[in-house]
């Protein structure tokens, strides 16, 4: 399959710029008319023929300005698209094609699930509904006419504004949508059948009414409050913060349980997998309302960032990707605890960004080449790329952040546009020069930071070096502009000088701070100033920064790389046969995190997490997950030895009364009480897990208990299991959980995992389902996966292979594991390598596991 390559950007030779389609839908023959106007790019250079996308699509008719296409005009190209020559400059192209929603396993393009009707175009699926320029640079005014069964599908939804609905003979009905604003069509969506809609209102600041609504399956009713909250927050915040209003008359939200990822920003209809709508506090944990949150001000926020300024091309995803989730943090920290939520996120960059960025499918925020550019919504181009215009905020301070994205939007609404105009308006606004900043956009790798330092007669010198690990394609790394927010302590825990932002521009640089009376402890990158690996502390320092910086990310670090440190070790002792001991240090920090536990619960409960053993496995040059699942499984049963009084005193003084809540401070109650309920359950305590299991009344306590049993040798470990399947068999969110707990428990090996692939309620054809089983067991859960066996390999290699005939998004999502092939030891490693080839080996992957798994085996 052929590479996509930034540098060879063309501009559309046409552009678009009304589509009428009219979309008569039926479950095996939907029939799609396009009425496309179209006019020669003057910015492109001059061409006869015009190219249209097309994929999986019947042509039943083409008609240029009136009179049916001649066949020596019209040519079918290979992936599927159209060629028609002879183009005058402007033009009205009409096509009818014919499309199976239900073939459409895939669920790009228009699919069924559950016998309704949804859409997903981005990246490329608008193409599997009609011929199309489907490139986001290519930005129409659209309407929509749909037709359908009004008994079985009542509801007919667009983009845009309502325009207009009537009946139709047969029992038949239609509904029209306009849509004012100019869109790329990837933000296209149709959403229709037996659906019942939960509505509200909202009124921007500038007055207009819009008219806010959430469709669901009947039954589901009771579930959208959240959801709608959380929305109407969000409308709220981007005015308050940004300026930025809602522009329609209307806001509707679909959800769906059959979606390959989270949700879709579409215009004015946001489609969602139903994970990321539906909560009751019986059946959605704690973490489960906080991803409806961020996720709903995530799409809400696209409106702007995405859709109203979106993207030239593909290698500029991260332009509405990293924005957006850089405004949703922002929202989310606002909503809260803003130190808790930072812990949050960063941990889930180390979890996920930062071994990307060490294997073999690194890639830079702003990619240079793809094969699949489904492969590329990675935790790189979102995270990463979030934390860089996080740090391009601290550069140029906030008052200048704002005026930037004024500027931005100002410029390039209604654009198409990259990084690079993202960035100047930034410089622009701030006057501040961004040009070697963009490195950050450019290069891949996480930069290492590495300290030193020197005290002398009240000076005190400190140095800051970086380096950034050669990546695939990029042998050779400039330095990058690190914000270092810092601050120096003395021995006394007090503040020894202004906290203050140093600015690491060069391979090496020195700062010095005078006329200090003791030597400090330097708290550097506070808050996360910046996403890299720093090294250089003693565990001394790094005791006394847990103990008392006033810097809570600082704290929390400092005690997560004391951990680090001391498992590292353990992990040494193991394999050279030594028994394994309780680190005094190590007791000691929990100890004072015990002590200060009920100050922040939810931090506490934070701290007191071990780091994962994914992340321990990340600091070896070869990885033994075995070795390293021993040391925490022990260090967490010797924890919970030791405090066993104080985690009980703990989960007893947390015990709820009262109705349930979910603001921060209750779910900081119930994390750090479950936090008690884990490390006791670690040491061998499972009472208090059975008794909790079967009085809870919300999932979040329902889950932790069932966790714990799962991971236990309790011999109410199978009762605990069958009973919840029992009771939540009907609620496929709540079923997902049940594979989940199993798939990633250490009591989980590989042959139990293939067996849940058999159980009666595993479904290939649900996303959902496959992550719970297959992306759980091979991602969450490393002893099973790395079995020395290679049972764990062979499964998940027999997985992406069957998945690649059914979704081949999902599938090549599943490859990821197997690529660190290298940091794991010769006979694991060749072994991956096998299950990769085994891969590579069927004829007629698809092209986006065949990138995933040739790039892993490169
Ligand atoms: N923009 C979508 C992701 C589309 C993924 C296509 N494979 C959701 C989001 O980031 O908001
Ligand atoms: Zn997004």
Redesign the pocket.
């Known amino acids: 399959p052929p590479t996509i390559r930034r540098e060879d950007y063309r501009p559309p030779a046409f552009l678009v710029e009304q589509v009428d389609l009219h979309i008569a839908l039926h479950p095996t023959a939907t029939r799609v008319r396009a009425r496309l106007a179209l006019r020669r790019n003057p910015a492109a250079p001059a061409t006869p023929a015009l190219e249209l996308d097309g994929e999986a699509l019947t042509l039943l008719s083409a008609a240029l300005d009136g009179a049916p296409l001649a066949a020596d005009r019209l040519h079918h190209l290979p992936g599927g698209g159209l060629r028609i020559d002879g183009m005058p400059d402007s033009a009205v192209l009409e096509t009818e094609v014919e499309i199976s929603p239900e073939a459409n396993s895939e669920l790009?393009g228009l699919y069924l699930s559950g016998g309704n009707y949804f859409t997903?175009c981005?990246?490329e699926g608008f193409r599997r509904i009609t011929y199309f320029p489907d490139r986001p640079d290519v930005m129409a005014r659209y309407t929509t006419t749909l037709e359908a069964d009004r008994a079985t599908c009542p509801v007919l939804l667009s983009n845009g504004n309502p325009d207009g609905a009537g009946e139709l003979p047969d029992g038949r009905h239609w509904a029209r949508w306009s849509d004012p604003h100019p869109k790329p069509s990837y933000l296209f969506a149709v959403v229709a059948g037996d659906l019942v809609a939960v509505r509200d209102r909202f009124t921007t600041r500038s007055g207009r009414a819009v008219a806010l609504a959430i469709y669901v399956r009947r039954g589901d009713e009771d579930a959208c409050g959240h959801a709608m909250d959380s929305l109407k927050r969000s409308m709220a915040w981007d005015e308050a913060t940004y300026g930025l209003e809602y522009d329609l008359d209307v806001f509707n939200i679909a959800a769906v349980s059959d979606f390959?990822?989270?949700?879709?920003?579409n215009k004015g209809l946001n489609v969602f997998n139903t994970k990321y709508i539906l909560a009751r506090p019986e059946t959605a944990t704690d973490a489960d309302y906080e991803g409806i949150e961020t996720?709903v001000a995530?799409?809400y926020f696209?409106n702007w960032t995405?859709n109203r300024v979106t993207c030239r091309d593909w290698f500029q995803l991260s332009l509405?990707?990293g924005l957006?989730v850089f405004r949703d943090q922002h929202f989310s920290a606002d909503q809260g605890s803003a130190a808790v939520k930072r812990l949050a996120d960063v941990r889930r960059l180390r979890s996920a960004q930062f071994p990307e960025d060490a294997g073999p499918m690194a890639h830079p925020v702003r990619p240079d080449s793809y094969v699949e550019?489904?492969n590329f919504?990675t935790a790189t181009v979102?995270q990463k790329g979030a934390e860089v215009v996080r740090m391009m905020r601290a550069l140029i301070g906030e008052a200048n952040f704002r005026r930037g994205m004024d500027l931005y939007i100002a410029r390039h609404d209604n654009q198409a546009v990259t990084i690079e105009d993202f960035v100047r308006a930034m410089q622009d606004a701030s006057g501040v020069d961004l040009s070697r900043f963009s490195r950050w956009y450019a290069q891949a790798g996480t930069p290492e930071l590495r300290v030193w330092e020197a005290f002398e007669a009240g000076r005190y010198t400190l140095t800051l070096s970086q380096s950034t690990p050669p990546t695939p394609g990029q042998p050779d790394k400039q330095p990058v502009p690190i914000p270092v927010a810092m601050g120096l302590i003395g021995p006394d825990g007090a503040a020894l000088a202004e906290p203050q932002m140093l600015l690491l521009e060069e391979t090496e640089q020195t700062y010095v701070f005078e006329g200090l009376p003791a030597k400090p402890v330097p708290s550097l990158l506070r808050g996360f100033s910046a996403p890299v690996k720093l090294s250089g502390l003693t565990l001394e320092q790094l005791g006394f920064l847990a103990a008392h910086d006033t810097d809570a990310f600082v704290r929390w670090e400092s005690s997560q790389q004391y951990a680090t440190a001391a498992m590292l070790e353990m992990v040494a002792a193991l394999r050279s046969q030594k028994p394994l001991e309780l680190p005094e240090g190590l007791a000691a920090i929990t100890a004072a995190l015990l002590d200060r536990a009920m100050e922040d619960p939810a931090f506490a409960a934070e701290a007191l997490a071990l780091p994962s053993e994914e992340f321990i496995a990340d600091q070896m040059a070869v990885a033994d997950p075995e070795a390293i699942h021993a040391v925490r499984h022990f260090l967490r049963g010797a924890l919970g030895r030791r405090f066993a009084a104080r985690f009980a005193a703990l989960h007893g003084d947390l015990a709820e009364s009262g109705p349930y809540r979910i603001d921060g401070a209750a779910i900081g109650r119930r994390a750090l009480r479950n936090a008690a309920l884990a490390y006791l359950g670690a040491a061998g305590e499972t009472a208090r897990a059975e008794a909790q299991f079967a009085a809870a009344t919300n999932m979040t306590d329902s889950l932790a208990a069932l966790r714990v049993l799962a991971d236990s040798d309790s011999p109410a470990r199978e009762a605990a299991l069958a009973a919840f399947h029992a009771r939540w068999k009907d609620e496929p969110l709540v079923l997902d959980k049940w594979f989940m707990i199993q798939a990633m428990s250490p009591r989980t090996g590989a042959a139990a995992a293939e067996a849940l692939s058999h159980h009666p309620d595993f479904d290939l054809r649900n996303p959902n389902r496959v992550r719970a089983l297959v992306g759980a067991f091979a991602a969450g859960n490393p002893a099973a996966f790395h079995a020395a066996s290679g049972e764990g390999y062979r499964f998940l290699a027999d997985m992406v292979i069957a998945l690649d005939a059914v979704n081949t998004?999902v599938a090549a999502r599943m490859v990821s594991p197997l690529g660190p092939w290298k940091r794991q030891d010769a006979a694991r490693g060749a072994m991956m390598r096998a299950a990769l080839e085994r891969i590579a080996a069927r004829p007629g992957l698809s092209k986006g596991t065949y990138e995933k798994v040739s790039k892993s085996l490169a």
Not at 260 to 265: K, P, R, S, Y
């Open positions: 790009s997903q981005e990246a390959n990822m989270g949700a879709m920003e996720v995530h799409e696209h995405g509405k990707e957006t550019i489904n919504y979102y998004q």
